[in-house]
């Protein structure tokens, strides 16, 4: 029922991931100043200015490249390179003497180094928590579920990154926290569905594997939607009523957890009864 | 055990709980350790800057801290943390600063004072200094800083104030001049005072710098975020309020799905609440936003493995066996199942716990600690409740069959 059908799921899962590699060979990602270096201040006015108000304003100051983006409650978003102290100072004199009381909300300045570390730092981190994860599976089930249940963890990745890619989300460090915590649900989805395969193929001398695996994601079916439908919940409520800055955050993981309850029985188990066919 | 004692045990573990939480909620999130993320402040990375020839060492750090410690006490602030990274950074973080950036100003500053002659030979430097205060002179209406030197440093003043009578004396502060007074008379006593147009706060922000010292070396602002308190707050009452919300309807949705057993999952999950809570006060972990999500993920974790033992023991009852051997033997096999998937997540969380920084390592903390509570309460609290449970009553269709 499932297995036989998992080309239809390849399918569905290259329409998912291609267009996200290719945005990324084209588009990159929108990098924020955690990662690309670089100031962001973010500023409550007492009364409603609009942008251009904003960035003339600034331009007094020489910072005409600044980018404005003005959020709810008269409170404005100005992105610009790295900013030293006077600068920082010189841009708030510049709003404060041509729109009066100005509330200084949160101010950010990243140097392009740290940005660097950061993300080599996750990305080893990320790698070498997949290679223990691998030899751990390998250990308590085989090696043939740790292939196929790290293969689902790239491709939930690769789906996340793919859609920040297209829609240009900005990418700050928590997304590097979304990452994480989508790849751990993805891993506890899928083993506990190569849990129930396990237990099915005890004492099975010369097992039909497509029913096999048919059967044993037919008995966690119930369980993984229940899961992901409760983890879904609590999500939307972080969504809807957390506020702003996390917002995207919150997007990473719930595109993260429906994907990997998608992939832990369409993808996960397909591409492990793949592997123990040629093998 | 027979009925009655089943049911009073299990109104004696709900009340409890119950009291637990009502008693306990508030001071735990009181007692919560709040990153800057959500209860604003100001973390600031500092990077030294080496000097041909001159070598950054621990001892130049260490001596950095020192200095950096007296600055930032000075601020009259609350929490502060300072802690060198890697072998030439500093990092300083303050909780709660209303005026984050004029901490930065003070914190960055080497603070090299020197007093030199119009050639601009250098006669005295600040590391002669025993003392800076700022003062007020009511009738210029001026903040000034009085000076006390040491037995050398005032020997020194002595010699350069009487070389230079009717000349001026130039006062430089990391190879500014900030103020040049004219020498009226030579001064022995080791009192110099300086003065500028200072205002109060200026004057005060000055004193704290002399006091402390230079720096050992010149610092380079690496990274710098300050979160105002009012949006620090926003986004923490924001969250969770949010995260409240999310958990009651994951409570319902548990409660209306599996009926008793979903009861029994409802109330483990307030245990685990607490557990994660009282550990993360005990081992002073620190909940930012990304220790949110984690907390988020091992609640999903939790409800999983409470979702995974009932659906075991649905599938035990409907292949015929009676209540009490179907929750035997859906723990039995649920043991295994919970056993590997919180431990592969565990492997992964020790890595991020051990070679991640900042973000990620605030996220791999608090998730390790759901990890490791999920698998007590689930297997022990939850199988205890059901076994309770399945003395009181034997039907069936409470338990969703």
């Given amino acids: ?279 | 055990m027979n009925r009655t004692l089943s049911i009073i045990i299990s109104a004696v573990i709900v009340i409890t709980l119950g009291l637990l939480v009502f008693f306990l909620y508030k001071p735990l999130i009181n007692h919560l350790d709040l990153g800057l993320d959500l209860k604003g402040g100001l973390r600031v990375v500092l990077q030294a800057q080496e000097k041909p020839g001159e070598p950054i060492t621990d001892d130049t750090i260490q001596k950095a801290l020192g200095i950096l410690r007296d600055r930032v006490d000075s601020l009259g602030v609350r929490e502060t943390s300072l802690y060198p990274q890697g072998n030439d950074r500093v990092v300083i973080e303050i909780a709660g600063e209303d005026d984050p950036e004029a901490a930065v100003d003070i914190l960055k500053n080497v603070a090299q004072l020197e007093f030199q002659d119009e050639q601009g030979n250098v006669l005295v430097s600040g590391k002669n200094l025993t003392d800076a205060q700022a003062r007020f002179n009511p009738n210029t209406q001026e903040a000034y800083v009085e000076l006390k030197f040491d037995k050398e440093g005032a020997d020194l003043f002595a010699q350069a104030t009487t070389a230079n009578v009717g000349k001026p004396l130039v006062i430089v502060l990391d190879g500014k001049p900030i103020s040049s007074p004219i020498v009226r008379q030579p001064i022995t006593d080791g009192n110099a005072v300086i003065e500028g147009s200072f205002d109060t706060k200026e004057a005060q922000d000055l004193a704290v710098l002399l006091r402390s010292g230079a720096l050992p070396v010149s610092f380079n602002v690496l990274e710098k975020r300050s979160i105002g308190p009012s949006l620090g707050a926003d986004s923490l009452e924001k969250s969770l309020r949010a995260g409240v919300i999310g958990i009651l309807a994951v409570l319902l949705f548990m409660l209306g799905y599996y009926r008793l057993p979903g009861l029994i999952a409802d109330i483990s999950i307030v245990l685990y609440g607490l557990l994660v809570m009282g550990s993360m006060v005990l081992l002073d972990a620190v909940l930012t936003l990304p220790g949110i999500a984690a907390f988020v993920l091992s609640i999903g974790m939790a409800v999983d493995a409470n979702i995974i033992i009932y659906e075991r023991i649905k599938e035990e009852i409907r292949w015929g066996k009676t209540l009490q051997a179907a929750i035997d033997a859906g723990f039995k096999r649920a043991f295994w199942t919970i056993f590997d998937a919180n431990l592969t997540t565990l492997v992964a969380a020790l890595v991020l716990m051990y070679f991640g920084t900042g973000t990620v390592k605030g996220f791999a903390i608090i998730l390790s600690i759901g990890l490791v509570i999920n698998m007590f309460t689930a297997l022990t609290f939850t199988r205890y409740l059901l076994g309770l449970a399945s003395n009181v009553t034997k039907n069936t269709r409470l338990y969703g069959v």
């Fill in chain 1, 1 to 279: 029922m499932i297995i036989e059908r998992r080309k239809i799921f390849y399918i569905i899962s290259l329409i998912l991931i291609v267009p996200g590699i290719i945005s990324l060979f084209i588009n990159g990602l929108n990098l924020g100043i955690d990662f690309r270096g670089g100031s962001i201040v973010n500023v409550r006015m007492a009364a409603e200015v609009s942008a251009p108000e904003v960035r003339e304003a600034l331009a007094t100051v020489g910072l005409e490249q600044a980018e404005v983006q003005k959020s709810a409650d008269n409170t404005y978003f100005i992105r610009t390179s790295e900013l030293d102290q006077e600068q920082t100072k010189a841009l708030l004199n510049a709003l404060k003497n041509r729109f009066g009381e100005v509330e200084l909300m949160s101010a950010e300045s990243v140097g392009a180094t740290i940005g660097r570390e950061l993300s080599r730092n996750a990305l080893l981190a990320l790698g070498l928590g997949l290679v223990l994860m691998l030899i751990y599976i390998s250990f308590r089930f085989e090696w043939t579920f740790g292939v196929a249940a790290v293969a689902a963890l790239v491709h939930n990745v690769l789906v996340v990154v793919g859609a920040f890619s297209i829609f240009q989300w900005e990418i700050n460090t928590p997304f590097i926290a979304s990452i994480l915590t989508v790849v751990g649900f993805t891993i506890n989805d899928t083993i506990v569905v190569f849990d129930r395969v396990r237990e099915n193929l005890r004492g099975t001398k010369r097992p039909d594997y497509l029913a096999l695996l048919n059967k044993s994601i037919l008995q966690v079916l119930n369980r993984s939607i229940n899961t992901v439908l409760t983890a879904v919940i609590t999500l939307l409520a972080l969504l809807i009523l957390g506020g702003a800055t996390i917002k995207f955050f919150v997007v990473a993981m719930l595109i993260g957890f429906v994907v990997g309850a998608y992939t832990s029985i369409c993808i996960a188990s397909p591409l492990w009864y793949e592997i123990k066919k040629a093998a």
